[in-house]
């Protein structure tokens, strides 16, 4: 376990080390798949080819699979929808779920416990064991379900969108592996009844899907190993909420001088008192300049699909600090009120997602809704970003419109804050860099964990690679 680098204030330790946690690397497993061409070379969600005419594999619905498994309908090895289950009689309560607790990736983020009494009618009902799948677009399409376990009284009720399905024939684990795979979301979106916003997965499709079904024992293996990514990939979220809240809690203390850096002074030991050196000023006497942009006329092609980024709202909340969703042409940009924005400005937005800011790395055009601001020499361009950061949802609440909600540039100017001199700025600023640094790093582990999960999921799935089980002699590549 190491430890980022990063300025430490007085009497912070406690508060700032952020371990960097080594984990019983998922890896490991990878060594019973060797000669697999770890996950690459093919799009997720086609059956593989790799096993077409392949010795011990034979020809079905869904593609070549091994000898000893079968293809079956998932009616064969679950109940769809089953009859709802009674608490015991001293059970007075059960566990709610709503479709927002359910989250993208088969996890559950949070329970509700309600009256049985309240749910019994009106609702779906489930139990420990069962798997959930969302029925509705685009809940569905984004991976909505859940493998139940821990249910008050082991009961539970939810949202009416929620297909249940319930093993019977089969391990649940394996079978939820399944409706989380990219085949079973591809497949079910193209049969989707309904009108556009309102269709839904038909119970139909779920009875008829062909499962490639191994074994039992193999079944339990393969969820085993695809366990280790599931352990992981949670562990890294914790990781992530927990950095989260503690750079949450420093950046309370240090952007209020109620913790500093030893060489800069004492901090404020009162919640109203202000640190020496320290003032308190407004926005705007900072900002030597703030610079609006605009939208090139769509009834002009030319002004679009240049050569230059066009930042949009959109482009704050998505996050991608090198590009921009949509571009436009030098034309556009001499014809328009759009305004070419030098890389490393700060940008935030006045309307619709106000508040939110995005610092881009290359020069970039923005629209309306947008504005660059610059800071005056007294003013730290990092530690700027940093107390716009904090203040966001100050500044959001002052958003207001019957329509598009958007905050005045005067109450932007307005807004109070409070100033260090330009050193302490700097060393604030590079303190909390470093907590968004370590941040950065554990989400792209869990992306590429995800994406490990996904690509060994395929091929687990589908036979491609085989997992070692007791009593039967196999080469697992």
Not at 334 to 350: D, F, V, W
């Amino acid at each position: 376990m190491s430890v980022a680098s990063a300025p430490v204030p007085s009497g912070a330790s406690p508060i700032i080390r952020f371990p960097l946690f080594t984990f019983p690397s998922p890896v490991r497993v990878f060594r019973v798949f060797r000669g697999s061409e770890t996950f690459r070379g093919r799009k997720e969600g086609r059956m593989s080819q790799r096993n077409e005419n392949r010795p011990g594999y034979k020809k079905t619905k869904v593609g070549w699979i091994p000898e000893a498994w079968e293809c079956v309908p998932l009616s064969d090895i679950a109940q769809i929808n089953p009859s709802a289950t009674k608490p015991n009689e001293h059970a007075s309560f059960v566990t709610f779920l709503a479709m927002a607790d359910i989250s993208g990736q088969g996890r559950i983020m949070s329970k509700q416990e309600r009256p049985y009494s309240s749910v019994v009618n009106g609702f779906t009902s489930f139990r420990d064991g069962d798997i959930l799948v969302a029925k509705i677009t685009p809940c569905f399409e984004n991976g909505k379900g859940a493998h139940l376990a821990g249910l008050t009284n082991g009961i539970g009720y939810g949202s009416t969108e929620f297909h249940v399905l319930r093993a019977c024939n089969a391990d649940e684990r394996f079978l939820f592996l399944h409706t989380q795979s990219l085949p079973f979301r591809a497949r079910g979106e193209a049969n989707m009844t309904g009108s556009a916003g309102q269709k839904r997965v038909p119970t139909d499709f779920i009875r008829r899907y062909p499962i490639p079904l191994p074994p039992l024992p193999e079944q339990e293996r393969i969820a085993e190993v695809l366990g280790a990514w599931d352990r992981a990939i949670a562990l890294t979220d914790r990781l992530i909420e927990a950095k989260q809240r503690l750079k949450k809690g420093l950046m309370q203390q240090l952007l209020t001088g109620r913790l500093r850096f030893p060489q800069f002074g004492k901090p404020a030991s009162k919640h109203d008192e202000l640190p020496k050196g320290w003032s308190e000023i407004r926005l705007g006497k900072c900002l030597s300049q703030i610079i609006g942009g605009g939208t090139p006329s769509k009834a002009h092609p030319e002004y679009w699909n240049g050569n230059i980024p066009w930042a949009t709202v959109k482009d704050a909340s998505r996050g991608n600090t090198y590009d921009t969703l949509d571009h436009i042409s030098n034309v556009g940009i001499r014809e328009s009120s759009a305004s070419l924005i030098p890389a490393g400005t700060i940008l935030i937005c006045t309307r619709m997602a106000v508040g939110k800011t995005i610092r881009f790395n290359c020069a970039v055009a923005i629209n309306q809704d947008l504005k660059a601001l610059f800071p005056k020499d007294s003013l730290s361009s990092d530690y700027l970003l940093v107390l716009l950061k904090f203040h966001e949802p100050r500044i959001s609440r002052l958003g207001s419109g019957s329509t598009v909600n958007g905050i005045r540039l005067e109450e932007l100017r307005n807004l109070p804050i409070l100033l260090p001199d330009l050193l302490e700025q700097r060393h604030i600023a590079s303190c909390l860099s470093a907590c968004d640094r370590e941040i950065q790093l554990l989400n792209g582990r869990r992306d590429r964990l995800q994406k490990q999960k996904r690509g060994l999921m395929q091929k687990l799935l589908t036979g491609e690679v085989r997992v070692p089980v007791k009593g039967r002699k196999h080469n697992v590549s």
